[in-house]
């Protein structure tokens, strides 16, 4: 399992491909602080302040170690999470056992 912590957010990766989320959403001016007479935000619901957690399983196993989280400024976070592949193996001819560690 590998752990990430950034600002309030963390971030929990287990090979399994169990993924929790768990943080704080604060009020924020940033809509606010972002409209201009030109663009203005359209925004249909915020989470109302306070802690929030969130989990879900991916498809299949992943690697933890190759985790690569960005939290935006725009208060979007981002988790790009690689498979858990085989180390790459030669070919084997028929009848040669094989042995494999994970």
Do not use: C, W
């Not at 090979?15 to 249909?44: C, W």
């Not at 985790?67 to 999470?81: A, C, K």
């Not at 498979?83 to 094989?98: C, F, I, Y």
């Amino acid at each position: 399992m590998k752990s990430t912590k950034t600002g309030n957010v963390k971030l929990d990766v287990r090979v399994d491909g169990r993924v929790e989320i768990e943080g704080l959403v604060q009020d924020s001016d940033f809509f606010t602080n972002h409209a201009s007479n030109k663009y203005k935000p359209k925004v249909q619901e915020l989470a109302p302040p306070g802690n929030f957690n969130v989990s879900f399983n991916l498809p299949g196993r992943v690697d933890p170690r190759l985790v690569s989280p960005t939290f935006r400024n725009t208060g979007i976070l981002e988790v790009v999470v690689m498979k858990h592949t085989l180390p790459h193996t030669q070919p084997v001819n028929p009848g040669t056992p094989v042995s494999t560690h994970l």
